[in-house]
């Protein structure tokens, strides 16, 4: 029992650990897929943790809120499977609690956005900008609770990601993967309008400076990682080792299947917010009705 914790708890730890480190980098090859697309010339490899370092060598204050939404996200952090099941708060990898936490910590940073503008102009524009969160939000929300909801009802007795790891190895549901790749599609989009995008971030943390900037810029990238789990955990659950794996297979799923699998979907979000070929919003909506028949159907099948 006492060895299980530990593991558990080792898991944990390295899990964020390796969060934190690989978080800022995501972000720059976010810049670099936009930049291609652009015709502009990329950001090299470690440009956005050379940002953040060079913030907080600046003095400046950290208000209460900033530092609420960073332990916001770090909580989301240790629920979210990287590559394995063994975790310690398994029951934060339920799609809802988990997309609660994180749109958590960025309404922290939406409630001193206006506040901290250092213009009037730039005061007017946020508040249209988080005006429209609203609508982002109408689809988030429901999306996470749906998916959810499918977990429960394609699997009965997997409510969270982990449950639905360890009863698809006893009961195979492929309509349920089925339908979970749409939904992950449909979170995917609606997350890409704003909450995924690294400039949209840096408009609101425009009246910030120093220390808190570099506390903004890196609760953004830790944030993102995490959006960016939960969908890949959805699209590909293959890729997390359960209880029996070996440490050869663990590591293998470490260090090459999780940051791949972070990276596609980066360069995907990224190519589809340039391109923008059909809105966004209405695509969700068609996807995750696809979901819902999907796993509907393989329910009444068996």
Request: hydrophobic share 55%.
């Amino acid at each position: 029992m006492i060895a299980a914790f530990l593991l558990a708890l080792l898991i944990t730890v390295a899990q964020m650990v390796t969060i934190a480190l690989l978080a800022p980098f995501l972000t720059d090859l976010e810049c670099l897929t936009g930049n291609l697309l652009a015709g502009r010339s990329g950001v090299l490899p470690g440009w956005r943790w050379r940002q953040i370092r060079a913030g907080w060598r600046k003095r400046g204050a950290i208000p209460a809120l900033s530092r609420l939404s960073l332990c916001s996200v770090l909580l989301a952090m240790t629920g979210i499977p990287l590559a394995s099941t063994r975790l310690l708060f398994g029951f934060l990898s339920e799609p809802l609690a988990c997309g609660v936490l994180l749109i958590l910590a960025s309404g922290c940073l939406w409630a001193q956005t206006v506040n901290a503008a250092p213009t009037p102009v730039i005061a007017l524009r946020l508040r249209a900008a988080l005006g429209r969160l609203g609508h982002d939000l109408m689809f988030l929300v429901p999306l996470l609770a749906l998916t959810g909801t499918l977990i429960t009802v394609g699997l009965p007795g997997a409510g969270t990601l982990l449950g639905l790891l360890q009863q698809r190895l006893l009961q195979p549901a492929p309509a349920l993967m089925g339908g979970l790749v749409f939904m992950a599609a449909a979170i995917l989009l609606v997350l890409n309008r704003r909450f995924l995008s690294q400039s949209w971030n840096e408009d609101l943390i425009a009246g910030t400076q120093g220390r808190h900037r570099s506390l903004m810029r890196y609760r953004h990238d830790l944030s993102v990682c995490c959006w960016y789990l939960l969908v890949a955990d959805l699209v590909w659950p293959d890729s997390l080792a359960t209880s029996n794996a070996t440490i050869g297979h663990l590591a293998l799923l470490w260090c090459v299947a999780a940051p791949l699998k972070l990276a596609l979907l980066v360069c995907l979000a990224a190519a589809w917010r340039a391109i923008r070929p059909l809105p966004s919003g209405r695509l969700a909506l068609v996807l995750s009705g696809a979901a819902i028949l999907l796993v509907l159907a393989g329910r009444l099948g068996t």
